[in-house]
């Protein structure tokens, strides 16, 4: 569901503008700042500054509860929500993994995801949910447990800054320890390429849609992997096995096309199926439909 911000707001989103941003800690308060002063903008008032602090009205709340002001702007009720209602355990798992490498223009998948794992994790952060950081390629690589605590958020951004490229992935590895130790229900987002066996991938996912989590999957693509713009015979590299191969581009690119469109349609369908949100993120877009995606599914734990 797109949303509609203005000028200001759209630069910075922009993923090539967030990565001439000094440091990971600014670039995720720019971004979430940015997000959240486009959605006062938007028609989606219920999910701007308010989300943290309010929820929607439900059959049975006190009505002395409502806050009037915020009716007053949004034409929904709200009430003032306990500190108790926004204690979610929320964990971002990150690929690493060599593909994630790629990058056809200013943003590597890994820089992209790196920004949008920081910006969730200050808006997580924001309202009060305990954040918790896995890196990831054949191996967890990091791993800092969820926590509300002061400084924690701080943890998390110095664990981004300090990431390296890592080797073959596995994504479905870190799924099933995950779900092996979660103790509570909770929110889990993972941001991968998913260049991986897409059937140990779902089971994964599933395995911890078992375990009670509201998940959310960022498939990031380069708009080049995307598109296949190339028309002249070309050396193409795998970036996890150093393998090689010659094509000419014009003779595979409906067939690699259409690869991409069946893999995204069987990972729409499959996890739908389940109840996992799937979104397909064009690593050269603005950051903003990613960071609405994942509070669409944040909201409905309200």
Same mark, same amino acid.
Not at 42 to 61: I, T
Not at 97 to 112: E, H, P, Q
Not at 167 to 179: C, E, G, W
């Given at each position: ?175 099933? $320890?995950?779900?092996?130790? %979660?103790?509570? @229900? /909770? ?6 390429? !998913? +260049? #991986? ?5 779902? $089971?994964?996912?599933?395995? %911890?849609?078992? @375990? /009670? ?6 498939? !990031? +693509? #380069? ?13 193409? @590299? ?65």
């Amino acid at each position: 569901m797109p949303m509609k911000v203005t000028g200001g707001e759209v630069r910075f989103l922009d993923p090539s503008v967030v990565a001439r941003i000094g440091s990971m800690e600014l670039r995720a308060r720019t971004v979430v700042e940015g997000f959240l002063s486009g959605l006062h903008r938007s028609p989606f008032k219920g999910f701007s500054v308010e989300f943290a602090e309010y929820r929607q009205y439900l059959p049975g709340d006190d009505l002395s509860t409502i806050d009037w002001k915020v009716y007053a702007r949004s034409d929904r009720y709200y009430v003032k929500k306990f500190d108790e209602e926004t204690n979610v355990e929320c964990h971002l798992l990150l690929d690493v993994s060599g593909s994630m490498g790629y990058g056809s223009r200013d943003v590597t998948k890994l820089a992209y995801g790196s920004y949008l794992t920081a910006s969730l994790a200050y808006l997580m952060n924001r309202q009060r949910d305990a954040v918790g950081f896995i890196a990831f390629d054949d191996n967890i690589v990091t791993h800092l447990p969820p926590s509300a605590r002061p400084g924690h958020l701080r943890s998390v951004l110095l664990a981004l800054n300090q990431l390296s490229l890592g080797t073959r992935s596995n994504v479905a590895k870190p799924l099933h $320890q995950l779900a092996d130790s %979660l103790v509570k @229900r /909770g929110v889990v987002v993972l941001l991968s390429d !998913l +260049l #991986d066996d897409p059937a140990k991938t779902i $089971q994964g996912l599933k395995h %911890l849609r078992f @375990r /009670g989590a509201d998940i959310v999957v960022f498939h !990031l +693509l #380069d708009h080049d992997e995307l598109t296949f713009p190339y028309d002249r015979l070309t050396r193409f @590299r795998d970036m996890e096995t150093s393998e090689e191969v010659m094509a000419a581009p014009l003779e595979v690119r409906d067939h690699y096309l259409g690869e991409i469109e069946s893999l995204v349609s069987h990972y729409k369908r499959e996890l739908g199926l389940v109840g996992i949100d799937y979104q397909l993120v064009d690593t050269s877009k603005s950051l903003d439909f990613a960071l609405m995606s994942y509070l669409s599914t944040r909201s409905r734990r309200q």
